[in-house]
């Protein structure tokens, strides 16, 4: 199948270079959608559309962009594990307690090579409290785990956003509950496959198609590593914005070294120098708390085959499911530790 993808401008020049600049943006609330059935149908995107921001014909990081096949494909807390530890640690807490959790988890019964942190799946899972709550969608269709949504349009009218069009990020950071709905952090124009046509700062997700957690379960006790995937977590629904360092809006370079610098560690800040630091641990190594990169693109691997990055100006800071975005053209080639563990 053949996409024709429109990508942003932002996101080609950081695949040229990536040069350190301050940036900055805003937060706007919005008020709730109407009821069930009254939902304006205006803004209904389709791929390949341009937003209202600035495009261009180039290679693009175009992961969450990608029509999907029918075809099932491994998402996190797809598949049962058997009993396993799980030590439980407060954020700025230097204390771990443990317990014996069994059920559904990610990445169990794995065989053969080539997945996430393969060579650690076995591990004794950390139970990070974010001091924030994620969202995560887990309505099943054509083998993901998506959710139905709303926003609200520059025209202040209401568009839903349903299954098909895959809103399908792992995780997405709460703001506030609204009724039947989680409103979560976006600062995007495209969500998923739908294109707004407009930046929209907030997403409305079907309480009835996610869960809300206010913790995530990792396979690592290093408290580095705990507070880069904490720390990373926290920016989801920032801006991209090119040779952006934050606070809110980021080019992937400076999301990863701004998370990095929070840990102590440092690291370059154009990302062909960061998919060098370090040393390289394969795809099956990754640990939480890890660089995932190829030349002019790079993210940070939060655990459970999950990666948080700054996408491009049409997507923001958001999270996606490493073995999905590898299945496209822009599939990532380096897995760094620059931990030193």
């Not at 959790?101 to 942190?117: D, I």
């Not at 600062?187 to 930046?199: F, L, M």
Request: aromatic share 8%; hydrophobic share 35%; with cysteine.
């Amino acid at each position: 199948m053949l996409l024709c993808l429109a990508v942003s401008f932002s996101s080609y020049a950081d695949i040229i270079s990536d040069v350190p600049d301050m940036s900055g943006g805003t937060e706007s609330g919005i008020a709730a959608p109407p009821a069930e059935g009254s939902v304006s149908s205006a803004g209904s995107g389709q791929l390949g559309q341009s937003s209202s921001v600035g495009t261009a014909d180039a290679p693009a990081d175009i992961g969450n962009a990608a029509v999907l096949s029918d075809v099932p494909i491994m998402v996190p807390g797809g598949t049962a594990v058997a009993a396993s530890t799980v030590r439980i640690m407060a954020p700025g807490s230097t204390n771990i307690s443990v317990m014996t959790e069994t059920g559904p988890g990610p990445g169990a019964s794995v065989s053969g090579t080539g997945l996430p942190g393969e060579q650690y799946i076995n591990d004794a899972k950390t139970r990070i409290e974010l001091g924030f709550t994620l969202v995560s969608p887990v309505h099943s269709y054509n083998g993901l785990k998506v959710a139905e949504g709303s926003v609200q349009l520059a025209d202040g009218s209401w568009a839903s956003i349903g299954y098909d069009k895959y809103i399908r990020q792992p995780y997405f950071r709460l703001l506030r509950e609204e009724g039947d709905w989680y409103v979560v952090a976006v600062h995007a124009s495209r969500i998923g496959n739908y294109n707004a046509g407009t930046v929209v700062d907030e997403l409305w997700l079907k309480k009835s198609d996610c869960t809300a957690q206010s913790y995530i379960e990792v396979n690592t006790a290093n408290e580095k590593r705990i507070d880069i995937v904490r720390d990373a977590l926290s920016l989801l629904g920032k801006g991209y914005q090119y040779a952006g360092n934050g606070p809110d809006a980021y080019d992937c370079s400076g999301l990863v070294k701004s998370v990095m610098s929070s840990s102590g560690i440092s690291i370059a800040r154009t990302s062909s120098e960061i998919c060098n630091a370090g040393t390289e641990v394969g795809i099956t190594g990754l640990r939480p708390g890890d660089i995932v990169g190829r030349n002019g693109h790079v993210g940070i691997y939060i655990g459970n085959g999950v990666f948080v990055h700054a996408a491009e100006s049409a997507s923001g800071v958001i999270t996606e499911d490493l073995q999905i975005y590898n299945s496209n053209i822009n599939s990532f080639k380096y897995y760094r530790n620059v931990i030193g563990d």
